[in-house]
C-alpha cells in the first residue's frame, strides 16, 4: 500500500524540528554554565548577588582579577598545573608507548596473559589504595612536592592500550627492514615506531593532559603550600567563607578551564576520533 | 649509540615499567591497606592489631551505610538519565540529517574535559537560594499559567534550597554529575553506532520496519557490549565520586549528611580523623559493593542465548 | 688594568656585606588564618622595632584548611612552620596529639605570665599533666549582636533583652512576611542552629568530661535543640547559612534582630560586612545570664621547627605585651588574653559602629565572668555529629532527645576504641 507522500513529508519535518530542538537545548545546557562562569568574572559582588541573575557582561573582570591574586597565587598554580600535566604527559608517551609497541609487535612467552592482567588493573578502584599511597608519600618524603602526581601514573594500562591498538596496524616489514639493516630494539622504537605513532601520541597526550590536569583528590591531599597548588586545589580553596567575593573565584574558574577549553577546540576532532578508535575496539 | 637488547629481551623490558610500577603503586598499597585494614592507627602513634574490629564498626556505622546509600541513590539519579540521553542524543545525530554534528559532538563532550572543582564553583552559584540561575529559572517558569498548576501539584516549594535542604542535595549533586558525564557516554554511543553496518538498516526498511522498530530491534542489541562497557564504567566511577560532593557541600557532607558519599566519608574517616585502619577497612568494604554491582551488571547483560 | 680590579673587589665587599646581612637574619614562618594575619601585620613594626633581626612571613590560609593542614604537616613531619595558631574548637586535638614543644620548660618559661593571662584561657593550652602546649593570643567572649533600630521601632529598649523568652518574644513581632508570599522576610536569628550552639557552649564542660566521658545528649544539649527547634518551627529562623551571601545581605539590611557570636565578628561587620549599617548596633551579652567562650586562638611551636627560640620571641611579643595585643586588636578585633591591655583607654573608648557603645569595655567585663572549659582530642568529631544531628532535628522534624542519643551513641562508638 502506497502512503500518501504529504503525510510522510510532514511528519518527516516534525521528527527532524523534535530533533533539533532536543540537540539545541542539549547544547544550551551543556554550554550555559561556560558562559554564566564568564559573565560572573565580569561581576562585583553586589552585581552577582541580585535578582534577577545577571545574563551579560559587566565591567570588573580586572578588579576581580586584583582580589583574586591577593588571596590565591592563582597564575603560579596555573603553571604548577602546566608543569605536572606536561611532565606526566610527556613521560606517560614515552612509558606507554614503549608498552605498547611491545605487546603490539612482538610475539613473546606470555603475551596474552601480561596483557589481560594489565587490563584487569584497570578495574581497580582508585579508593582501595589511596590511604597507604598517602602513607607511603610521607614515608617517602614525597609530601608537598609534585612527584606524587607525576611519576606513580606514568605507565598506565589505558594509554599503553591505546598504544597498542595504532601500533598493530603498523607494517611489520619496516620493522624487519629496519632490523636487518642492523638497528637495535630500542632504536627501531625510538627512530622508526614513535614517529609514526604521531597521531596516537597525540591523543594519548591530550588524554593524559587533561586528565592530569583536572586530578584533585591527589593533588589536595599532597600540596600542603599555597605556590605548590595546582588549578583544581587552589580553586577549591576559593570556595570557602569568610570574604568570599564570587566574582574572583569566578575568575579563577576561568584560568583554569580556558587553557582546556582552547586545547580542546583546537583537537575536538582527533580526540574524538581517538576516544572512539580505543573504544570501539572493545 | 643503542641499548643493544635482544630480540627476546626486549618486550620484557619495554613492558616492565608498567608492571614495576604498578608493584610499587598499585599492588603494594592495595596489599599494606589490606594489612592495615586489622590494624588501628592514626599515622602518629603505634599501631595496634584489633583484628576484624575495623570491619564490625564499618558495617554497624550508621553513617557509613548513610553514605553508601547516597551514593547508591546519586547513582542512580544519574547513571539512568546519563544513558538514556546519551544513547538518545547520539541517535540523533548518527541518524545524519542534522548539520552541525560536529558541533554538537565537540559541544556536548566539553563538561567531560573541565575540571570538576570548576564547575562546582559554578554550580553552587547555579543553585544559589535567593540569587541562583536556576531557582530564577523556575519562578519565571512558575508564573507560566501550566506550569505552576503543575509545580503546585507537586508540592514544590519555591524557592529550592538546593544545597541547603537534605532533600535536594543528591539531587543537586546528580544533576551536576549527569551534566558532566552525559557527554563522555554520548561519544562511546556515537562511535559505536558508527560502526552498524547499514546494509542492516537497508535490509529492515526494505522489510518495511518502523524507525522505532530498527532502534529497538536492530540497534540496541547490537549496542550491547558498547552499553555494557560504559554502564560498568559508570558504575565504577559514579560510586565513587569525590570531588563533586566534596566542592557543593563544601566539604561538610551536606545539611544532615544528605550529600556524603561513600568516597567523601572514606576521605573523613582515613584523612580528616586520621583513622587510618577503619578507613581501609571501609574501602574494602566499599570495593566489594563496586564488585557485586559489577557483577550484577554483567549478569544482566549476560547472552540470553 | 686596576679599575677592573678595583670594581671586582667593591661587588665581592658588596656581596659580603649582603651575605652577612642575609645571615644574620632568621626567617620564621607564621602560620595563622583570618582574620589573624592583618592582626599579625599590624604588629609587625613594633616587633621588627624590639627584634630586628628576624623576619617574619605570614602564611594565611582559610580556618578549616589551616588546621588540616597543621594535622597533616605535623604528622607528617614536614613543612611544619615555626608558629602555628591554633583555635579553641580544634586545640584538644593538638593537644593530645603532641607534636608541640612544652612552653612551661626553659628556655620559654610560659608559666612566668600565668597571672596576666585570662585564667580560663590558660588552662586550656595546657595538658592534663602540666604541659602548656599553646600560649593563649586571644579569647573571644560570646556576645549578641543586635539591630538597636529594629527593636526600638517595635517598642523594645535593649536593656529589656536578658532573657531567651523576651528574644522570643521580640521575634514573633519582628518575624513578618513583607511580600506576601507566604514565607517570614524578617527573621529573628538567621539560623537557628546559632541559638542551639549559644546554649551547647555554656558551662564549663563541652562534649566530654575530664574523664572522657561523653556528654552529649545531657540537659544543655537538650535544651539548646529544643530551644533551636521552637525557634524554627515558629518561623523566626532564617534559615541562612553562615558566611554565605544571603548572610551578609541580612546583616546589611537588617532583615535580621540578632545574631549570638563571638567579639570577632564586630570586627568584621564593621570592616567589610555591613559597613554602612553603622551606628545602629549594639552588642548585648547573652540573654540568661550565659556567659561563653565563642572561639579565640593559642599559638603553639612545633617540635620539628628548628628556630624554635625565634618563634618563642614572636609568640612571647604577641601575646604578653599590651602593645601588639591592642595593636591587633585594633586591626581585627582579636580580643587580648592579657589582662593588663584592659587598663588601656582604649577600652573606654566609644564606638561609632555600636552607636556609642563602650563594645570593648563589655567584652573585657563578660570574659571575666567566662568559666574554665574542659577540651577533649575528639572535641571536633564531636561537633560534627552534634551539628548533624542538630541538622536532622531541624530539617528532617526528627525528635531532639532521640536525635542527641543516637548522636552520643555514634560518639562513643568511635571514641572509645581510640582512649
Not at chain 1, 70 to 83: D, G, Q, R, T, Y
Not at chain 3, 42 to 53: A, I, T, V
Request: net charge positive.
Amino acid at each position: 500500500m502506497r502512503k500518501n507522500k504529504k503525510p510522510i513529508k510532514i511528519l518527516t519535518m516534525i521528527r527532524k524540528t523534535l530533533m533539533y530542538l532536543m540537540l539545541g537545548v542539549g547544547a544550551v545546557i551543556t554550554i550555559f554554565p561556560f558562559y554564566y562562569m564568564l559573565v560572573l568574572s565580569t561581576k562585583s559582588r553586589e552585581e552577582i548577588f541580585s535578582f534577577p541573575p545577571p545574563l551579560w557582561f559587566g565591567t570588573k573582570f580586572f578588579d576581580n582579577l586584583h582580589i583574586l591574586l591577593e588571596k590565591m597565587p592563582i597564575f603560579k598554580a596555573l603553571w604548577n598545573s602546566v608543569f605536572v600535566a606536561g611532565s606526566q604527559t610527556i613521560l606517560v608517551l614515552f612509558f606507554c608507548s614503549m608498552g605498547g609497541y611491545a605487546f603490539a609487535k612482538y610475539k613473546f612467552k606470555g603475551k596474552e596473559a601480561l596483557f589481560s592482567a594489565m587490563l584487569a588493573t584497570m578495574m581497580i578502584p582508585q579508593l582501595l589504595s589511596i590511604i597507604p599511597w598517602f602513607i607511603m608519600m610521607r614515608h617517602f618524603g614525597w609530601i608537598n612536592t609534585f612527584k606524587p602526581l607525576i611519576i606513580p601514573m606514568i605507565a598506565n594500562p589505558f594509554g599503553i592500550f591505546l598504544m597498542r591498538q595504532f601500533m598493530e596496524g603498523i607494517p611489520d616489514s619496516i620493522i624487519d627492514a629496519a632490523r636487518i639493516d642492523g638497528a637495535g630494539e630500542f632504536r627501531i622504537f625510538w627512530k622508526i615506531v614513535l614517529p609514526i605513532s604521531l597521531p596516537a601520541l597525540g591523543t594519548l597526550g591530550i588524554f593524559t593532559f587533561l586528565g592530569s590536569w583536572n586530578q584533585f583528590l591527589q593533588a589536595m591531599l599532597i600540596l600542603q603550600e599555597k605556590e605548590m597548588y595546582t588549578l583544581p586545589v587552589a580553586l577549591s580553596k576559593l570556595a570557602g567563607k569568610a570574604a568570599s567575593n564570587w566574582g574572583a573565584s569566578m575568575v579563577g574558574t576561568v584560568i583554569g578551564t580556558l587553557p582546556v577549553v582552547i586545547i580542546f577546540i583546537f583537537a575536538s576532532k582527533q580526540f574524538i576520533a581517538g576516544m572512539t578508535a580505543g573504544a570501539t575496539k572493545e | 649509540m643503542d641499548l643493544r637488547l635482544s630480540r627476546e629481551s626486549a618486550p620484557y623490558v619495554f613492558i616492565s615499567p608498567f608492571y614495576i610500577m604498578f608493584a610499587i603503586f598499585g599492588a603494594f598499597p592495595i596489599i599494606f591497606s589490606f594489612y592495615l585494614s586489622f590494624n588501628m592507627w592514626d599515622g602518629i602513634t603505634e599501631m595496634k592489631w584489633v583484628g576484624v574490629e575495623n570491619y564490625i564498626f564499618v558495617v554497624t556505622d550508621p553513617w557509613f551505610w548513610k553514605a553508601i546509600g547516597n551514593s547508591l541513590i546519586i547513582f542512580l539519579m544519574t547513571t539512568i538519565p546519563q544513558h538514556l540521553i546519551a544513547l538518545t542524543l547520539a541517535y540523533m545525530l548518527y541518524l545524519g540529517t542534522i548539520k552541525f554534528k560536529e558541533f554538537f559532538r565537540s559541544a556536548f563532550f566539553l563538561p567531560y574535559i573541565t575540571s570538576a572543582v570548576a564547575i562546582a564553583l559554578v554550580f553552587q552559584l547555579l543553585y544559589g537560594q535567593h540569587f541562583g540561575m536556576i531557582n530564577a529559572m523556575l519562578k519565571w517558569l512558575q508564573a507560566v499559567p501550566g506550569i505552576g498548576g503543575l509545580f503546585e501539584l507537586m508540592h514544590l516549594d519555591l524557592p529550592i534550597r538546593w544545597l541547603g535542604d537534605p532533600k535536594w542535595v543528591k539531587p543537586a549533586i546528580a544533576l551536576m554529575v549527569t551534566w558532566k558525564f552525559t557527554g563522555w557516554n554520548l561519544i562511546l554511543y556515537y562511535a559505536a553506532l558508527q560502526n552498524i553496518p547499514t546494509t542492516l538498516y537497508e535490509a529492515a526498511k526494505v522489510d518495511g520496519a518502523s524507525p522505532i522498530q530498527i532502534f529497538f530491534k536492530i540497534t540496541i542489541p547490537l549496542l550491547r557490549s558498547v552499553i555494557f562497557f560504559a554502564v560498568t564504567m559508570s558504575i565504577i566511577g559514579n560510586l565513587q565520586i569525590f570531588a563533586e560532593p566534596y566542592m557543593l557541600t563544601g566539604g561538610t557532607g551536606g545539611p544532615a549528611n544528605s550529600g556524603l558519599t561513600a568516597a567523601m566519608y572514606l576521605y573523613n574517616t582515613g584523612f580528616k580523623w586520621a583513622e587510618f585502619g577503619t578507613g581501609s577497612a571501609m574501602a574494602y568494604v566499599l570495593c566489594s559493593f563496586i564488585v557485586v554491582f559489577s557483577m550484577l551488571n554483567k549478569y544482566f547483560f549476560r547472552d540470553k542465548g | 688594568m686596576k679599575k677592573s680590579k678595583r670594581v671586582s673587589l667593591s661587588i665581592l665587599v658588596l656581596m659580603v656585606m649582603i651575605g652577612a646581612m642575609a645571615f644574620g637574619k632568621t626567617t620564621i614562618d607564621v602560620a595563622c588564618f583570618p582574620d589573624q594575619d592583618s592582626g599579625f601585620k599590624s604588629m609587625l613594626e613594633g616587633f621588627n622595632e624590639k627584634y630586628p633581626d628576624i623576619e617574619v612571613k605570614i602564611k594565611v590560609n582559610g580556618f578549616a584548611e589551616h588546621h588540616d593542614a597543621l594535622l597533616t604537616q605535623i604528622a607528617a613531619g614536614a613543612n611544619v612552620p615555626d608558629v602555628a595558631t591554633i583555635e579553641i574548637g580544634y586545640i584538644g586535638n593538638f593537644v593530645a596529639k603532641g607534636g608541640f614543644v612544652n612552653l612551661m620548660d626553659a628556655p620559654y618559661n610560659a608559666g612566668q605570665y600565668k597571672k596576666n593571662i585570662v585564667p580560663y584561657k590558660w588552662a586550656q593550652g595546657t595538658t592534663k599533666d602540666g604541659r602548656m602546649v599553646a600560649m593563649p593570643l586571644d579569647i573571644a567572649p560570646g556576645t549578641l549582636y543586635t539591630r538597636e533600630d529594629r527593636l526600638n521601632e517595635m517598642g523594645y529598649t535593649i536593656e529589656d533583652m536578658v532573657t531567651v523568652d523576651k528574644w522570643l518574644e521580640a521575634g514573633l513581632k519582628f518575624s513578618q512576611d513583607l511580600d506576601g508570599d507566604g514565607k517570614n522576610d524578617r527573621w529573628l536569628v538567621p539560623n537557628a542552629q546559632d541559638l542551639a550552639t549559644m546554649m551547647i557552649k555554656s558551662g564549663e564542660e563541652r562534649y566530654f568530661d575530664k574523664e572522657g566521658k561523653c556528654l552529649v545528649g545531657n540537659e544543655r544539649f537538650i535544651e539548646g535543640f529544643k530551644l533551636a527547634k521552637k525557634v524554627k518551627d515558629l518561623g523566626l529562623d532564617g534559615g541562612i547559612g553562615a558566611w554565605t551571601n544571603e548572610w551578609y545581605e541580612a546583616f546589611k539590611n537588617g532583615t535580621i534582630l540578632m545574631q549570638p557570636s563571638g567579639a570577632w565578628l564586630g570586627g568584621h561587620l564593621k570592616n567589610w560586612m555591613a559597613p554602612d549599617t553603622a551606628g545602629k548596633w549594639k552588642a548585648l551579652n547573652l540573654p540568661n545570664g550565659l556567659y561563653i567562650n565563642w572561639g579565640g586562638a593559642f599559638m603553639g611551636i612545633p617540635e620539628r621547627s628548628d628556630k624554635k627560640e625565634a618563634a618563642w620571641k614572636f609568640i612571647e611579643y604577641a601575646a604578653t605585651n599590651i602593645r601588639p595585643q591592642l595593636e591587633q586588636f585594633e586591626a581585627s578585633n582579636i580580643f587580648p588574653a592579657w589582662m593588663p591591655s584592659f587598663e588601656d583607654p582604649m577600652f573606654e573608648e566609644e564606638s561609632a559602629f555600636f552607636g556609642g557603645q563602650k563594645v570593648r569595655k563589655q567584652w573585657a567585663e563578660a570574659a571575666k565572668n567566662v568559666p574554665v572549659i574542659q577540651t577533649d582530642k575528639f572535641d571536633k568529631m564531636a561537633e560534627t555529629i552534634v551539628n548533624s544531628a542538630l541538622t536532622d532535628v531541624l530539617e528532617n522534624d526528627r525528635d531532639p532527645e532521640e536525635a542527641l542519643e543516637e548522636a552520643k551513641r555514634l560518639i562513643e562508638r568511635r571514641t572509645r576504641r581510640r582512649r
